[in-house]
């Protein structure tokens, strides 16, 4: 099956800085890959997505880009903010099927204001 | 409000006593799933939906049974929980697959379980 390894498990950074997250997978039939963030006490929430028909996609403060030769995929925060900081989960799925999403275990990302 | 609701949201219980954990979508999705959480290992799922009256295993099905009887319901059985049943559920629901790729998933607020 599927496997999602993430890296950093956590980061800090001082506002207005940028922070990078990245995860690599091991299906290579894997071709949706969703970024999440889930803040205390409430369930992951999409910010972020990117098919595998596409290399980068960019939605202002926040960018995906994708690399199917190497099997990673990495979100990219700009201009970070106090409010940023929460836990974000990359994940990786295919389109048919269960659809089940496979998780990478998570980067606590704190923004020092 | 477009919104997946879990109850309840935190429920401690002991060892061997059936529990139900509800889950209801508002929006009309055809596919539900049930997820686990548990730190370092990320969300795992366990039981998906494509639709009323069909079910199937996710990775970690064993202690768990579902059923899809509606399109907006579809419950979390534990028969007989056990301590390493304790976790954080998650409850996610999304459209029918179009065209080629599948949408979002929509995720509940959680439910904490402890087992005693």
């Known amino acids: 099956g599927e496997n999602v390894e993430q890296h950093p498990s956590t980061l800090s950074v001082q506002e207005g800085d940028s922070a990078v997250i990245k995860c690599t997978y091991s299906?290579?039939?894997?071709?949706?890959f969703p970024w999440y963030k889930q803040e205390l006490g409430k369930g992951p929430q999409l910010i972020i997505d990117?098919?595998?028909?596409?290399g980068e996609k960019k939605d202002q403060r926040i960018a995906v880009t994708l690399n199917k030769t190497a099997k990673h995929f990495s979100l990219h925060i700009t201009e970070t903010q106090p409010e940023d900081s929460a836990v974000y989960f990359c994940?990786?799925?295919?389109?048919?099927?269960?659809?089940?999403?496979?998780f990478g275990s998570g980067t606590r990302l704190q923004v020092q204001p | 409000e477009a919104q997946v609701t879990q109850n309840p949201r935190y429920l401690i219980t002991v060892t061997g006593k059936k529990l139900t954990v509800t889950c209801s979508q508002n929006?009309?999705?055809?596919?539900m799933s049930w997820y686990r959480q548990d730190p370092g290992l990320g969300l795992r799922q366990i039981y998906y939906?494509?639709?009323?009256?069909?079910?199937d295993k996710g990775d970690v099905p064993e202690g768990y049974k579902v059923s899809r009887k509606e399109k907006r319901n579809f419950p979390l059985i534990l028969e007989s929980p056990s301590p390493n049943q304790t976790s954080l559920y998650f409850c996610?629901?999304?459209?029918?697959?179009?065209?080629?790729?599948?949408?979002?998933?929509?995720f509940g607020p959680g439910t904490r379980l402890t087992v005693l």
């Open positions: 996610a629901s999304s459209p029918g697959l179009a065209g080629r790729y599948y949408n979002e998933q929509f």
């Open positions: 299906d290579s039939a894997s071709n949706y």
């Open positions: 990117i098919r595998s028909n596409v």
């Open positions: 994940a990786a799925s295919w389109a048919t099927g269960r659809r089940a999403l496979t």
């Open positions: 929006m009309n999705h055809e596919y």
């Open positions: 939906s494509m639709n009323v009256e069909v079910t």
